[in-house]
Protein backbone atom coordinates (compact mmCIF):
# COMPACT_ATOMS: atom_id res chain seq x y z
CA UNK A 1 0.00 0.00 0.00
CA UNK A 2 1.26 3.23 -1.25
CA UNK A 3 0.38 6.92 0.12
CA UNK A 4 0.83 10.53 -1.82
CA UNK A 5 4.33 10.64 -1.10
CA UNK A 6 5.20 7.41 -1.96
CA UNK A 7 3.85 8.70 -5.09
CA UNK A 8 5.95 11.47 -5.32
CA UNK A 9 8.81 9.80 -5.00
CA UNK A 10 7.64 7.27 -7.34
CA UNK A 11 7.43 9.83 -9.85
CA UNK A 12 10.97 11.18 -9.41
CA UNK A 13 12.59 8.00 -9.29
CA UNK A 14 10.74 7.01 -12.83
CA UNK A 15 11.62 10.66 -13.95
CA UNK A 16 15.30 9.92 -13.94
CA UNK A 17 15.15 6.65 -14.97
CA UNK A 18 13.39 7.46 -18.12
CA UNK A 19 16.02 10.30 -18.32
CA UNK A 20 18.53 7.47 -18.24
CA UNK A 21 16.95 5.74 -21.06
CA UNK A 22 16.73 8.63 -22.88
CA UNK A 23 20.63 9.29 -22.64
CA UNK A 24 21.05 6.23 -24.73
CA UNK A 25 18.59 7.62 -27.74
CA UNK A 26 20.85 8.52 -30.58
CA UNK A 27 18.45 8.77 -33.19
CA UNK A 28 16.73 12.40 -32.80
CA UNK A 29 13.45 10.82 -34.86
CA UNK A 30 13.33 7.93 -31.98
CA UNK A 31 12.96 10.38 -29.34
CA UNK A 32 10.39 12.76 -31.30
CA UNK A 33 8.96 9.77 -32.45
CA UNK A 34 8.72 10.94 -35.83
CA UNK A 35 10.90 11.44 -38.75
CA UNK A 36 11.34 15.28 -37.82
CA UNK A 37 13.23 16.19 -41.23
CA UNK A 38 12.74 15.09 -45.02
CA UNK A 39 15.60 13.76 -46.95
CA UNK A 40 18.11 16.04 -48.60
CA UNK A 41 16.76 17.16 -52.05
CA UNK A 42 18.19 18.62 -55.28
CA UNK A 43 16.91 22.00 -53.57
CA UNK A 44 20.09 21.73 -50.92
CA UNK A 45 22.41 21.93 -53.94
CA UNK A 46 24.47 25.30 -53.57
CA UNK A 47 24.97 26.95 -57.17
CA UNK A 48 28.35 24.87 -57.83
CA UNK A 49 27.35 22.12 -56.84
CA UNK A 50 23.79 22.07 -58.88
CA UNK A 51 26.06 22.41 -61.78
CA UNK A 52 28.17 19.66 -61.27
CA UNK A 53 25.30 17.48 -60.53
CA UNK A 54 23.53 18.74 -63.99
CA UNK A 55 26.87 17.55 -65.71
CA UNK A 56 26.84 14.60 -64.07
CA UNK A 57 23.24 13.87 -64.66
CA UNK A 58 23.44 14.70 -68.05
CA UNK A 59 26.80 13.14 -68.93
CA UNK A 60 26.03 13.22 -72.83
CA UNK A 61 26.03 17.46 -73.00
CA UNK A 62 29.01 18.63 -73.82
CA UNK A 63 30.16 20.55 -70.56
CA UNK A 64 32.30 23.27 -72.02
CA UNK A 65 29.77 24.21 -74.44
CA UNK A 66 27.40 27.44 -73.67
CA UNK A 67 24.96 29.12 -75.62
CA UNK A 68 27.67 31.30 -77.26
CA UNK A 69 29.17 28.91 -79.89
CA UNK A 70 32.19 29.79 -81.73
CA UNK A 71 30.94 28.61 -85.04
CA UNK A 72 28.72 30.95 -87.02
CA UNK A 73 24.66 30.48 -86.18
CA UNK A 74 22.66 29.92 -89.39
CA UNK A 75 18.85 29.24 -88.73
CA UNK A 76 17.29 27.26 -91.81
CA UNK A 77 13.19 28.41 -91.88
CA UNK A 78 11.04 26.31 -93.37
CA UNK A 79 8.60 27.59 -96.08
CA UNK A 80 5.39 27.16 -95.09
CA UNK A 81 4.07 26.06 -98.63
CA UNK A 82 6.74 23.50 -99.50
CA UNK A 83 5.57 19.89 -99.84
CA UNK A 84 6.83 18.51 -96.40
CA UNK A 85 4.73 21.52 -94.58
CA UNK A 86 1.50 20.53 -96.54
CA UNK A 87 2.34 16.50 -95.77
CA UNK A 88 2.75 17.62 -92.59
CA UNK A 89 -0.43 19.64 -91.89
CA UNK A 90 -2.53 16.82 -92.95
CA UNK A 91 -0.67 13.97 -91.01
CA UNK A 92 -1.48 16.71 -87.79
CA UNK A 93 -5.02 16.75 -89.11
CA UNK A 94 -6.03 12.89 -89.60
CA UNK A 95 -3.67 12.20 -86.24
CA UNK A 96 -4.89 14.81 -83.71
CA UNK A 97 -8.02 12.79 -82.68
CA UNK A 98 -6.40 9.42 -82.09
CA UNK A 99 -3.36 11.80 -80.49
CA UNK A 100 -5.85 13.09 -77.82
CA UNK A 101 -7.30 9.79 -76.87
CA UNK A 102 -3.69 8.16 -76.22
CA UNK A 103 -2.68 11.35 -74.51
CA UNK A 104 -5.56 11.49 -72.42
CA UNK A 105 -5.03 7.37 -71.52
CA UNK A 106 -1.35 7.67 -71.11
CA UNK A 107 -0.48 10.50 -69.17
CA UNK A 108 -3.06 13.84 -68.75
CA UNK A 109 -4.70 12.27 -66.14
CA UNK A 110 -2.81 9.90 -64.88
CA UNK A 111 -1.36 11.25 -61.36
CA UNK A 112 1.40 8.45 -60.98
CA UNK A 113 3.14 9.10 -64.16
CA UNK A 114 2.54 12.71 -63.56
CA UNK A 115 4.45 12.88 -60.06
CA UNK A 116 7.05 10.30 -61.52
CA UNK A 117 7.61 12.97 -64.51
CA UNK A 118 7.49 16.05 -62.03
CA UNK A 119 10.00 14.38 -59.76
CA UNK A 120 11.94 14.03 -62.87
CA UNK A 121 11.78 17.22 -64.49
CA UNK A 122 11.31 20.13 -62.38
CA UNK A 123 14.95 19.62 -60.81
CA UNK A 124 16.08 19.55 -64.29
CA UNK A 125 14.49 22.69 -65.29
CA UNK A 126 15.40 24.46 -62.23
CA UNK A 127 18.58 23.40 -62.68
CA UNK A 128 18.26 24.86 -66.47
CA UNK A 129 17.76 28.10 -65.18
CA UNK A 130 20.14 28.22 -62.84
CA UNK A 131 22.77 27.38 -65.11
CA UNK A 132 20.92 29.95 -67.46
CA UNK A 133 21.58 32.67 -64.72
CA UNK A 134 24.90 31.54 -64.22
CA UNK A 135 25.77 31.85 -68.30
CA UNK A 136 23.82 35.42 -67.66
CA UNK A 137 26.52 36.25 -65.06
CA UNK A 138 29.26 35.46 -67.16
CA UNK A 139 27.78 37.56 -69.82
CA UNK A 140 27.81 40.22 -67.37
CA UNK A 141 30.89 40.09 -65.96
CA UNK A 142 32.10 40.03 -69.94
CA UNK A 143 29.97 43.27 -70.40
CA UNK A 144 31.47 44.62 -67.30
CA UNK A 145 35.12 44.00 -68.40
CA UNK A 146 34.62 45.30 -71.84
CA UNK A 147 33.48 48.57 -70.22
CA UNK A 148 36.02 48.94 -68.08
CA UNK A 149 38.36 47.93 -71.25
CA UNK A 150 36.59 50.72 -73.65
CA UNK A 151 37.06 53.33 -70.77
CA UNK A 152 41.24 52.49 -70.34
CA UNK A 153 41.10 52.76 -74.58
CA UNK A 154 39.60 56.04 -74.35
CA UNK A 155 41.71 57.15 -71.91
CA UNK A 156 44.59 56.10 -73.31
CA UNK A 157 43.61 57.82 -76.76
CA UNK A 158 43.03 61.02 -74.75
CA UNK A 159 46.79 60.69 -73.27
CA UNK A 160 48.08 59.56 -76.51
CA UNK A 161 46.34 62.83 -78.27
CA UNK A 162 47.80 65.26 -75.69
CA UNK A 163 50.93 63.90 -75.81
CA UNK A 164 50.71 64.71 -79.70
CA UNK A 165 49.18 67.92 -79.33
CA UNK A 166 51.88 68.58 -76.85
CA UNK A 167 54.82 67.55 -78.97
CA UNK A 168 53.37 69.00 -81.91
CA UNK A 169 53.22 72.62 -80.23
CA UNK A 170 56.71 72.39 -79.31
CA UNK A 171 57.87 71.53 -83.05
CA UNK A 172 55.64 74.43 -83.83
CA UNK A 173 57.77 76.55 -80.75
CA UNK A 174 61.42 75.58 -82.13
CA UNK A 175 59.94 76.32 -85.58
CA UNK A 176 59.42 79.54 -84.78
CA UNK A 177 62.88 80.17 -82.75
CA UNK B 1 -6.80 7.89 0.38
CA UNK B 2 -8.62 6.61 -2.66
CA UNK B 3 -7.57 3.18 -3.28
CA UNK B 4 -7.74 2.78 -6.99
CA UNK B 5 -7.93 -0.07 -9.34
CA UNK B 6 -4.66 -0.03 -11.60
CA UNK B 7 -6.58 -1.67 -14.17
CA UNK B 8 -8.83 1.16 -14.34
CA UNK B 9 -6.37 3.70 -14.35
CA UNK B 10 -4.23 2.07 -17.00
CA UNK B 11 -7.57 1.84 -19.53
CA UNK B 12 -8.25 5.15 -19.02
CA UNK B 13 -4.37 6.62 -20.15
CA UNK B 14 -4.83 3.58 -22.88
CA UNK B 15 -7.97 5.54 -23.83
CA UNK B 16 -5.96 8.80 -23.70
CA UNK B 17 -3.57 7.72 -26.44
CA UNK B 18 -5.71 6.70 -28.69
CA UNK B 19 -6.50 10.01 -29.20
CA UNK B 20 -4.14 11.13 -31.94
CA UNK B 21 -3.61 14.90 -31.11
CA UNK B 22 -0.78 16.74 -28.95
CA UNK B 23 -3.90 17.19 -26.13
CA UNK B 24 -3.50 13.64 -25.21
CA UNK B 25 -0.48 13.90 -23.10
CA UNK B 26 -1.70 17.03 -21.23
CA UNK B 27 -4.96 15.57 -20.65
CA UNK B 28 -3.02 12.09 -18.98
CA UNK B 29 -0.52 14.59 -17.38
CA UNK B 30 -3.73 16.28 -15.57
CA UNK B 31 -5.44 13.15 -14.62
CA UNK B 32 -1.99 11.40 -13.26
CA UNK B 33 -1.65 14.62 -11.65
CA UNK B 34 -5.80 14.74 -10.03
CA UNK B 35 -5.13 10.85 -9.24
CA UNK B 36 -1.59 11.86 -7.00
CA UNK B 37 -3.07 15.02 -5.35
CA UNK B 38 -6.27 13.45 -3.95
CA UNK B 39 -3.71 10.81 -2.69
CA UNK B 40 -4.11 7.59 -4.31
CA UNK B 41 -3.03 4.04 -2.98
CA UNK B 42 -2.21 1.08 -5.20
CA UNK B 43 -0.68 -2.07 -4.03
CA UNK B 44 1.09 -2.44 -7.69
CA UNK B 45 3.77 0.10 -9.31
CA UNK B 46 0.72 1.51 -11.48
CA UNK B 47 2.53 4.67 -11.97
CA UNK B 48 5.95 2.32 -13.42
CA UNK B 49 3.42 0.77 -15.65
CA UNK B 50 2.13 3.87 -17.13
CA UNK B 51 5.19 5.08 -18.04
CA UNK B 52 5.88 2.62 -19.93
CA UNK B 53 3.05 2.11 -21.58
CA UNK B 54 3.30 5.59 -22.57
CA UNK B 55 7.32 5.49 -23.27
CA UNK B 56 5.84 2.68 -26.16
CA UNK B 57 3.25 4.74 -27.38
CA UNK B 58 4.55 8.01 -27.85
CA UNK B 59 8.44 7.31 -26.91
CA UNK B 60 10.58 8.27 -24.17
CA UNK B 61 10.80 12.09 -24.39
CA UNK B 62 7.05 12.02 -24.21
CA UNK B 63 6.76 10.15 -21.34
CA UNK B 64 10.48 11.98 -19.77
CA UNK B 65 8.19 15.33 -20.04
CA UNK B 66 4.90 14.15 -18.55
CA UNK B 67 6.84 12.88 -15.48
CA UNK B 68 9.12 16.25 -15.50
CA UNK B 69 5.60 17.93 -15.40
CA UNK B 70 4.33 16.28 -12.58
CA UNK B 71 6.63 17.11 -10.48
CA UNK B 72 6.61 20.58 -11.14
CA UNK B 73 2.77 20.84 -10.73
CA UNK B 74 2.85 18.51 -7.61
CA UNK B 75 5.46 21.15 -6.33
CA UNK B 76 8.50 18.99 -5.91
CA UNK B 77 10.75 21.29 -7.52
CA UNK B 78 11.38 24.50 -9.53
CA UNK B 79 10.11 24.70 -12.97
CA UNK B 80 14.24 24.01 -14.66
CA UNK B 81 14.50 26.65 -17.69
CA UNK B 82 17.72 26.09 -20.25
CA UNK B 83 17.99 29.45 -22.52
CA UNK B 84 20.34 28.69 -25.39
CA UNK B 85 22.52 31.05 -27.48
CA UNK B 86 25.26 30.11 -29.69
CA UNK B 87 27.16 32.97 -29.48
CA UNK B 88 26.83 33.78 -25.34
CA UNK B 89 30.52 34.04 -25.69
CA UNK B 90 30.61 36.79 -27.63
CA UNK B 91 28.99 40.37 -26.44
CA UNK B 92 26.08 41.45 -28.56
CA UNK B 93 22.77 42.71 -28.11
CA UNK B 94 20.93 39.71 -28.84
CA UNK B 95 23.09 37.94 -25.71
CA UNK B 96 21.86 40.69 -23.80
CA UNK B 97 18.63 40.06 -24.61
CA UNK B 98 19.01 36.64 -23.29
CA UNK B 99 21.04 36.91 -20.33
CA UNK B 100 18.67 39.62 -19.20
CA UNK B 101 15.77 37.18 -19.15
CA UNK B 102 17.94 34.75 -16.99
CA UNK B 103 18.35 37.30 -14.50
CA UNK B 104 14.67 38.04 -14.68
CA UNK B 105 13.13 34.41 -13.97
CA UNK B 106 16.49 33.02 -11.83
CA UNK B 107 14.21 33.60 -8.70
CA UNK B 108 11.33 31.30 -9.88
CA UNK B 109 12.99 29.05 -12.17
CA UNK B 110 16.34 27.14 -11.93
CA UNK B 111 17.96 28.92 -15.20
CA UNK B 112 20.92 27.21 -16.96
CA UNK B 113 22.73 29.07 -19.94
CA UNK B 114 23.89 26.90 -22.70
CA UNK B 115 26.90 27.86 -24.40
CA UNK B 116 28.71 26.29 -27.39
CA UNK B 117 31.53 27.82 -26.08
CA UNK B 118 33.47 27.92 -22.45
CA UNK B 119 32.68 31.44 -20.95
CA UNK B 120 31.84 32.10 -17.66
CA UNK B 121 29.20 33.80 -15.52
CA UNK B 122 31.60 36.30 -14.25
CA UNK B 123 32.19 37.87 -17.92
CA UNK B 124 28.28 38.09 -18.91
CA UNK B 125 27.85 39.67 -15.12
CA UNK B 126 30.77 42.12 -16.07
CA UNK B 127 29.83 42.31 -20.15
CA UNK B 128 26.17 43.20 -19.20
CA UNK B 129 25.90 44.42 -15.21
CA UNK B 130 23.67 41.72 -14.78
CA UNK B 131 22.86 39.86 -11.50
CA UNK B 132 23.42 35.78 -12.44
CA UNK B 133 24.06 34.77 -9.48
CA UNK B 134 21.44 32.19 -9.31
CA UNK B 135 22.05 30.60 -12.97
CA UNK B 136 24.19 27.66 -14.14
CA UNK B 137 26.13 27.75 -17.24
CA UNK B 138 26.34 24.89 -19.27
CA UNK B 139 28.61 24.48 -22.30
CA UNK B 140 27.42 21.63 -25.19
CA UNK B 141 30.26 21.31 -27.70
CA UNK B 142 28.96 20.71 -31.53
CA UNK B 143 31.12 18.36 -33.12
CA UNK B 144 30.80 19.67 -36.34
CA UNK B 145 32.05 23.37 -35.05
CA UNK B 146 34.44 22.32 -33.04
CA UNK B 147 36.38 20.99 -36.23
CA UNK B 148 36.10 23.84 -38.09
CA UNK B 149 36.15 27.07 -35.08
CA UNK B 150 38.63 29.21 -35.22
CA UNK B 151 39.76 30.34 -31.90
CA UNK B 152 37.18 32.79 -30.36
CA UNK B 153 34.79 32.52 -33.21
CA UNK B 154 30.81 32.29 -33.48
CA UNK B 155 29.57 29.29 -34.81
CA UNK B 156 28.05 30.44 -38.40
CA UNK B 157 24.83 28.15 -38.89
CA UNK B 158 25.40 29.08 -42.70
CA UNK B 159 28.37 26.09 -43.06
CA UNK B 160 26.37 23.25 -42.18
CA UNK B 161 25.67 21.41 -45.51
CA UNK B 162 21.91 20.53 -45.98
CA UNK B 163 22.83 17.03 -47.36
CA UNK B 164 24.59 15.80 -44.35
CA UNK B 165 23.14 15.54 -40.62
CA UNK B 166 22.12 18.37 -38.59
CA UNK B 167 24.50 19.16 -36.58
CA UNK B 168 22.32 21.03 -34.18
CA UNK B 169 20.40 17.77 -33.32
CA UNK B 170 23.10 18.02 -29.83
CA UNK B 171 21.44 20.94 -28.74
CA UNK B 172 17.77 19.46 -29.44
CA UNK B 173 18.85 16.57 -27.11
CA UNK B 174 19.59 18.82 -24.69
CA UNK B 175 16.47 21.12 -24.79
CA UNK B 176 14.32 17.87 -23.60
CA UNK B 177 16.25 17.99 -20.22
CA UNK B 178 14.32 21.08 -19.34
CA UNK B 179 10.53 22.01 -18.77
CA UNK B 180 10.90 25.22 -20.75
CA UNK B 181 13.86 25.68 -23.63
CA UNK B 182 14.42 29.12 -24.85
CA UNK B 183 16.37 29.40 -27.86
CA UNK B 184 17.64 32.49 -28.20
CA UNK B 185 20.09 32.67 -31.02
CA UNK B 186 17.09 32.42 -33.59
CA UNK B 187 18.83 29.04 -34.39
CA UNK B 188 16.16 27.24 -36.64
CA UNK B 189 18.20 24.29 -36.93
CA UNK B 190 17.46 23.23 -33.06
CA UNK B 191 14.47 20.95 -32.89
CA UNK B 192 13.33 21.29 -29.18
CA UNK B 193 11.91 18.71 -27.27
CA UNK B 194 10.48 20.31 -24.14
CA UNK B 195 6.85 20.76 -22.87
CA UNK B 196 7.33 24.21 -23.51
CA UNK B 197 9.85 26.00 -26.25
CA UNK B 198 10.23 29.41 -26.49
CA UNK B 199 12.06 30.78 -30.27
CA UNK B 200 13.17 34.17 -30.04
CA UNK B 201 13.93 36.00 -32.72
CA UNK B 202 16.53 38.68 -33.28
CA UNK B 203 15.31 38.61 -37.58
CA UNK B 204 14.84 35.43 -39.57
CA UNK B 205 18.04 35.56 -40.93
CA UNK B 206 18.13 32.55 -43.38
CA UNK B 207 15.58 30.62 -45.33
CA UNK B 208 13.48 28.15 -44.89
CA UNK B 209 15.54 24.52 -45.65
CA UNK B 210 15.33 21.02 -44.32
CA UNK B 211 16.18 22.11 -40.96
CA UNK B 212 13.54 24.64 -40.49
CA UNK B 213 12.16 23.44 -36.93
CA UNK B 214 10.97 26.97 -36.03
CA UNK B 215 6.88 25.91 -36.48
CA UNK B 216 7.65 23.61 -33.67
CA UNK B 217 7.92 26.00 -30.88
CA UNK B 218 5.09 26.87 -28.15
CA UNK B 219 5.65 30.53 -29.08
CA UNK B 220 7.58 33.19 -31.32
CA UNK B 221 9.20 36.29 -29.27
CA UNK B 222 10.16 39.09 -31.52
CA UNK B 223 12.34 41.96 -30.89
CA UNK B 224 10.64 44.55 -32.86
CA UNK B 225 7.59 44.62 -35.42
CA UNK B 226 10.06 44.70 -38.31
CA UNK B 227 11.47 41.54 -37.40
CA UNK B 228 7.88 40.08 -36.81
CA UNK B 229 6.89 41.76 -40.55
CA UNK B 230 10.06 39.70 -41.92
CA UNK B 231 8.99 36.57 -40.02
CA UNK B 232 5.68 36.77 -41.80
CA UNK B 233 6.89 37.13 -44.86
CA UNK B 234 9.95 34.73 -44.69
CA UNK B 235 9.21 31.99 -42.37
CA UNK B 236 4.71 32.14 -42.99
CA UNK B 237 4.66 31.88 -39.02
CA UNK B 238 2.51 34.16 -36.86
CA UNK B 239 4.91 35.19 -33.86
CA UNK B 240 3.25 35.41 -30.58
CA UNK B 241 4.76 38.15 -28.12
CA UNK B 242 6.40 40.97 -29.27
CA UNK B 243 8.80 42.54 -26.49
CA UNK B 244 11.54 45.04 -26.87
CA UNK B 245 15.09 44.55 -25.99
CA UNK B 246 15.90 46.13 -22.63
CA UNK B 247 18.37 48.99 -22.61
CA UNK B 248 19.48 50.90 -19.49
CA UNK B 249 22.11 53.77 -20.31
CA UNK B 250 20.58 56.57 -18.10
CA UNK B 251 22.71 57.76 -16.35
CA UNK B 252 22.52 58.25 -12.45
CA UNK B 253 23.76 62.02 -12.11
CA UNK B 254 21.20 64.10 -13.35
CA UNK B 255 21.34 65.73 -17.11
CA UNK B 256 24.98 67.23 -17.54
CA UNK B 257 26.42 69.87 -20.00
CA UNK B 258 26.37 69.16 -23.88
CA UNK B 259 28.97 70.23 -26.00
CA UNK B 260 28.38 70.42 -29.64
CA UNK B 261 29.12 66.42 -30.46
CA UNK B 262 27.58 64.81 -32.97
CA UNK B 263 28.06 60.62 -31.64
CA UNK B 264 27.68 57.81 -33.62
CA UNK B 265 27.92 54.30 -31.73
CA UNK B 266 28.22 51.21 -33.65
CA UNK B 267 30.54 48.29 -34.18
CA UNK B 268 32.84 48.49 -37.24
CA UNK B 269 31.76 45.57 -39.36
CA UNK B 270 33.81 44.47 -41.84
CA UNK B 271 30.78 44.69 -44.39
CA UNK B 272 30.54 48.18 -43.03
CA UNK B 273 27.07 48.10 -42.75
CA UNK B 274 26.73 50.30 -39.53
CA UNK B 275 28.17 52.87 -42.36
CA UNK B 276 31.08 54.69 -40.61
CA UNK B 277 32.53 55.79 -43.60
CA UNK B 278 29.20 57.37 -45.35
CA UNK B 279 28.82 59.60 -41.63
CA UNK B 280 32.65 60.98 -42.39
CA UNK B 281 31.69 61.63 -45.85
CA UNK B 282 28.44 63.61 -44.51
CA UNK B 283 30.17 64.98 -41.97
CA UNK B 284 33.03 66.43 -43.84
CA UNK B 285 30.64 68.04 -46.79
CA UNK B 286 28.61 69.69 -43.93
CA UNK B 287 31.50 71.09 -42.88
CA UNK B 288 32.02 72.25 -46.35
CA UNK B 289 29.11 73.54 -47.18
CA UNK B 290 28.34 75.19 -43.81
CA UNK B 291 31.82 76.00 -42.80
CA UNK B 292 29.85 79.05 -40.18
CA UNK B 293 27.78 76.52 -38.54
CA UNK B 294 29.75 73.69 -38.45
CA UNK B 295 33.02 74.73 -37.20
CA UNK B 296 32.29 73.70 -33.76
CA UNK B 297 30.88 70.52 -34.39
CA UNK B 298 32.41 67.56 -33.88
CA UNK B 299 31.69 64.44 -34.96
CA UNK B 300 32.74 61.23 -32.65
CA UNK B 301 32.68 57.37 -34.38
CA UNK B 302 32.78 54.98 -31.19
CA UNK B 303 32.35 50.90 -31.58
CA UNK B 304 33.61 48.28 -31.17
CA UNK B 305 35.91 46.09 -33.37
CA UNK B 306 38.29 43.14 -33.90
CA UNK B 307 41.63 43.29 -34.00
CA UNK B 308 41.87 43.05 -37.50
CA UNK B 309 39.58 45.04 -39.56
CA UNK B 310 39.77 46.28 -42.54
CA UNK B 311 37.21 48.59 -42.60
CA UNK B 312 37.96 50.23 -39.58
CA UNK B 313 41.56 50.91 -41.57
CA UNK B 314 39.79 52.32 -44.36
CA UNK B 315 38.23 54.88 -41.87
CA UNK B 316 41.26 55.89 -40.75
CA UNK B 317 43.05 55.94 -43.91
CA UNK B 318 39.54 58.57 -44.87
CA UNK B 319 40.66 60.09 -41.91
CA UNK B 320 44.11 61.25 -42.60
CA UNK B 321 44.61 64.83 -42.70
CA UNK B 322 41.27 65.85 -40.37
CA UNK B 323 42.07 66.93 -36.96
CA UNK B 324 40.76 65.10 -34.42
CA UNK B 325 38.71 68.55 -33.44
CA UNK B 326 36.28 67.65 -35.91
CA UNK B 327 36.38 63.99 -36.27
CA UNK B 328 37.35 61.59 -33.12
CA UNK B 329 37.77 57.85 -33.90
CA UNK B 330 37.06 55.77 -30.43
CA UNK B 331 37.60 51.83 -30.58
CA UNK B 332 36.61 49.57 -28.50
CA UNK B 333 36.07 52.44 -25.71
CA UNK B 334 35.01 50.94 -22.37
CA UNK B 335 31.07 51.29 -20.54
CA UNK B 336 32.24 54.06 -18.33
CA UNK B 337 33.82 56.38 -21.61
CA UNK B 338 30.80 55.58 -23.59
CA UNK B 339 28.11 56.52 -20.83
CA UNK B 340 30.81 60.01 -20.79
CA UNK B 341 30.29 59.70 -24.70
CA UNK B 342 26.67 59.87 -24.50
CA UNK B 343 26.15 62.38 -21.89
CA UNK B 344 28.43 65.13 -23.34
CA UNK B 345 26.59 64.46 -27.30
CA UNK B 346 23.80 66.64 -28.38
CA UNK B 347 23.18 65.03 -31.83
CA UNK B 348 23.27 60.92 -32.39
CA UNK B 349 23.53 59.38 -35.86
CA UNK B 350 22.56 55.99 -36.89
CA UNK B 351 22.65 54.75 -40.62
CA UNK B 352 22.28 51.73 -41.01
CA UNK B 353 19.71 50.31 -43.34
CA UNK B 354 21.15 53.39 -46.08
CA UNK B 355 21.12 52.16 -49.66
CA UNK B 356 20.48 48.56 -48.37
CA UNK B 357 17.97 45.74 -49.98
CA UNK B 358 18.92 43.04 -47.62
CA UNK B 359 16.49 43.38 -45.05
CA UNK B 360 18.73 41.74 -42.73
CA UNK B 361 21.29 44.49 -43.42
CA UNK B 362 18.55 47.18 -42.15
CA UNK B 363 18.37 48.24 -38.41
CA UNK B 364 16.34 45.28 -36.61
CA UNK B 365 15.73 47.17 -33.49
CA UNK B 366 18.68 49.56 -32.49
CA UNK B 367 19.84 49.47 -29.00
CA UNK B 368 22.45 52.49 -29.44
CA UNK B 369 19.87 54.87 -30.57
CA UNK B 370 17.86 54.14 -27.49
CA UNK B 371 20.80 54.55 -25.24
CA UNK B 372 21.47 57.69 -26.74
CA UNK B 373 17.71 58.94 -26.10
CA UNK B 374 18.00 57.55 -22.77
CA UNK B 375 21.03 60.39 -22.61
CA UNK B 376 19.22 63.13 -23.66
CA UNK B 377 20.88 62.93 -27.13
CA UNK B 378 18.67 63.56 -30.13
CA UNK B 379 18.53 60.86 -33.11
CA UNK B 380 18.95 61.34 -36.41
CA UNK B 381 18.58 58.09 -37.79
CA UNK B 382 17.81 56.25 -41.10
CA UNK B 383 13.78 55.56 -41.60
CA UNK B 384 14.05 51.94 -41.71
CA UNK B 385 13.55 48.60 -40.18
CA UNK B 386 13.14 48.87 -36.37
CA UNK B 387 14.29 52.34 -36.16
CA UNK B 388 11.40 53.78 -36.91
CA UNK B 389 9.75 51.91 -34.23
CA UNK B 390 12.06 53.95 -31.65
CA UNK B 391 11.78 57.47 -32.61
CA UNK B 392 8.91 59.26 -33.59
CA UNK B 393 9.98 61.95 -36.32
CA UNK B 394 9.74 65.33 -34.88
CA UNK B 395 8.61 64.22 -31.41
CA UNK B 396 11.71 62.58 -30.45
CA UNK B 397 14.13 63.08 -32.87
CA UNK B 398 14.25 62.98 -36.91
CA UNK B 399 14.07 60.37 -39.39
CA UNK B 400 15.70 60.50 -42.59
CA UNK B 401 15.56 58.35 -46.03
CA UNK B 402 18.04 60.32 -47.79
CA UNK B 403 21.17 62.34 -47.14
CA UNK B 404 19.88 65.44 -48.55
CA UNK B 405 17.04 64.63 -45.58
CA UNK B 406 19.96 64.07 -43.07
CA UNK B 407 21.59 67.32 -44.19
CA UNK B 408 18.53 69.46 -43.65
CA UNK B 409 17.37 68.22 -40.54
CA UNK B 410 20.72 68.10 -39.09
CA UNK B 411 21.01 71.61 -39.71
CA UNK B 412 17.63 72.10 -38.55
CA UNK B 413 18.67 70.73 -35.17
CA UNK B 414 21.99 72.99 -35.19
CA UNK B 415 20.52 75.86 -35.99
CA UNK B 416 17.59 76.14 -33.56
CA UNK B 417 18.28 75.51 -30.17
CA UNK B 418 15.19 75.19 -29.08
CA UNK B 419 13.83 72.96 -31.31
CA UNK B 420 17.31 70.42 -29.62
CA UNK B 421 15.91 71.08 -26.72
CA UNK B 422 12.66 70.22 -26.86
CA UNK B 423 12.99 66.93 -28.81
CA UNK B 424 16.25 66.30 -26.35
CA UNK B 425 13.46 66.11 -24.26
CA UNK B 426 11.12 63.74 -26.68
CA UNK B 427 13.98 60.93 -27.03
CA UNK B 428 14.42 61.15 -23.20
CA UNK B 429 10.87 60.41 -22.48
CA UNK B 430 11.00 57.82 -25.46
CA UNK B 431 14.21 56.21 -24.45
CA UNK B 432 12.65 55.59 -21.03
CA UNK B 433 9.85 53.18 -22.58
CA UNK B 434 13.01 50.30 -23.41
CA UNK B 435 14.38 49.79 -20.28
CA UNK B 436 15.55 46.93 -18.43
CA UNK B 437 12.75 47.32 -15.60
CA UNK B 438 10.02 46.87 -18.61
CA UNK B 439 11.81 43.97 -19.85
CA UNK B 440 11.56 41.89 -16.72
CA UNK B 441 8.10 42.62 -16.10
CA UNK B 442 7.07 41.26 -19.56
CA UNK B 443 9.65 38.29 -19.46
CA UNK B 444 8.39 37.42 -15.60
CA UNK B 445 4.72 38.01 -16.70
CA UNK B 446 4.69 36.17 -19.93
CA UNK B 447 6.50 33.29 -18.39
CA UNK B 448 4.74 33.26 -15.06
CA UNK B 449 1.46 32.50 -17.51
CA UNK B 450 3.49 29.85 -19.09
CA UNK B 451 4.05 28.26 -15.41
CA UNK B 452 0.80 29.00 -14.26
CA UNK B 453 -0.60 26.53 -17.10
CA UNK B 454 2.26 24.05 -16.98
CA UNK B 455 1.35 23.63 -13.38
CA UNK B 456 -1.99 23.22 -13.19
CA UNK B 457 -2.79 26.29 -11.09
CA UNK B 458 -5.66 27.33 -13.44
Known amino acids: ?177 | MNEINPAVLIKEIEGFLKRDDISSEDLICRHLFTKVKEGFSSTTPVLQEIASLISKERGIQSAYNIFLRMEVALGQRKPEIGIYDNALHFIGGAQKYGCTIASALQQDFDVTLIANADISLKQLKEWYDLDLSRCKLKAVKIPFFEARKEKNSIFDAGLVDLRENNPFHVISKESGNYDIFVNNCMLEMVYPLANISEFICHFPEREITRFFHVAEYSHIIYNSIYTAEWIKKRWKLDPHKHIYPPVDMESSSPKGKKENVILSVSRFELSGNKKQKEMVKAFMLLSDKYPDEMKKWKLVLAGGSTEKNVYLDKIRNLLKGIPESKIELKVNVSSDDLKKLYRKAKIFWHFCGIGQTDPACVEHFGMTTVEAMQNYCVPVIFNGGGQKEVVKDGESGFLFKDFKELYNKTLRLIRKPEKMQFLSEGAYTQGKKFTKKIFSHKIKKHFGQLLKDYSFSD
Open chain 1, 1 to 177: MKNSLDSKKEIQNIRKELGKQKETVKNIDDLAMKKIEREAGIWEYDFDELEAEIWRRFSNLEKNCDCISDENQFFEKRKPNSRFHKVKERYRVISEPFIRIKMEEDGRFNLDKQNFVNKEYIPFNLAVILTLQKMKDRINNLEEMTRNLIKDQEELLNKYFRNNSFVKEEKEESLDE
